[in-house]
C-alpha cells in the first residue's frame, strides 16, 4: 500500500530534551516535506526537500533540523524542544518537485513539549 | 508571496442543506496550483481536489463541486445535501507553478463544517 509513515504517532517530553519525528514513503518520491498545524493557524511549512541531500526552509524552520540521506527517509530533528513547539506535525511527499502533483501526508505526530 | 484566505473560520449547517466554503488566494505567477483538503476529526489529511491556472473548468465530483474562477482570484467548494460525514476541516491551498512557491504548498487557515443531524 502507498503510504506515509509517521513515529511516533504521539509524544510528550521535557524541554530541552532532543528528539527525532520519523518520516517514510514508499513511493519513490522526489519530495517530501514537513508541516505543522497550530489551532486558528491552519499548516505552515517547516521544510522541504526536492531530493537526496537537498534541503531548504520553509515558512517556520527555527527551532528545527532536517536530513535527506535516503530518497524514501525525511527526518524532522527537535535539538532543544520549547513548549511553543508543542503541535501536530506532518509530513508529506509527492512525485517530484513539480507543484502540478498532489502532496500525500502522513497520518499526523502529536507532539506536546512541557 | 503566495497567500490564501479562508474567511469562514466556521460554519455549522442542518443536514441535507447545501453549503459553499470561500478561498481567496493570491499570486504573481501565470501558472500555479489550488488544491483542496479534508481533515475529518481523526486527523489525517484527505486529498480532493487539483486545479491548475490554466483550466477555469468548474468540477462536480458527487455531491461535491467545485468554481475556480480566476476573475476574482477564488476557488470555492460547494457541498450539495450535506451529511453528517461531511464534518471535517476543509483547508484551501496553492502552489506556484515556477520557483520556490513551486516547492512551497501554502495552505489557509481551515474552514471547520459542521454539518448538524
Known amino acids: 500500500e502507498a503510504q506515509v509513515t509517521q513515529n511516533p504517532r504521539y509524544l510528550i517530553t521535557v524541554t530541552g530534551k532532543k528528539l527525532t519525528v520519523t518520516c517514510s514513503q514508499n513511493m519513490n518520491h522526489e519530495y517530501m516535506s514537513w508541516y505543522r498545524q497550530d489551532p486558528g493557524l491552519g499548516l505552515r511549512q517547516i521544510y522541504y526537500s526536492m531530493n537526496v541531500e537537498v534541503t531548504d526552509k520553509g515558512d517556520v524552520p527555527e527551532g528545527y533540523k532536517v536530513s535527506r540521506k535516503e530518497k524514501r527517509n525525511f527526518p524532522l530533528i527537535l535539538e532543544s524542544p520549547s513548549p511553543n513547539q508543542t503541535s501536530l506535525y506532518f509530513c508529506?511527499?509527492?512525485?517530484?518537485?513539480?507543484?502540478?502533483?498532489?502532496?500525500?501526508f502522513g497520518p499526523g505526530t502529536r507532539l506536546t513539549v512541557t | 508571496a503566495q497567500k490564501v484566505t479562508q474567511a469562514q473560520t466556521e460554519i455549522s449547517v442542518v443536514e441535507k442543506e447545501d453549503v459553499t466554503l470561500d478561498c481567496v488566494y493570491e499570486?504573481?505567477?501565470?501558472?500555479?496550483?489550488l488544491f483542496w483538503y479534508k481533515q475529518p476529526p481523526s486527523g489525517e489529511l484527505v486529498f480532493l481536489i487539483r486545479r491548475n491556472s490554466f483550466d477555469e473548468q468548474n468540477e462536480i465530483s458527487g455531491r461535491y463541486s467545485w468554481n475556480f474562477q480566476k476573475s476574482t482570484s477564488s476557488f470555492n467548494f460547494t457541498i450539495t445535501a450535506s451529511q453528517v460525514v461531511d464534518s471535517a476541516v476543509y483547508f484551501c491551498a496553492l502552489s506556484e507553478g515556477s520557483g520556490a512557491g513551486s516547492y512551497q504548498l501554502t495552505f489557509g487557515k481551515g474552514t471547520k463544517l459542521s454539518v448538524i443531524p
Open positions: 499570486t504573481r505567477d501565470t501558472t500555479y496550483y
Open positions: 508529506a511527499s509527492r512525485p517530484s518537485g513539480r507543484a502540478t502533483y498532489e502532496q500525500y
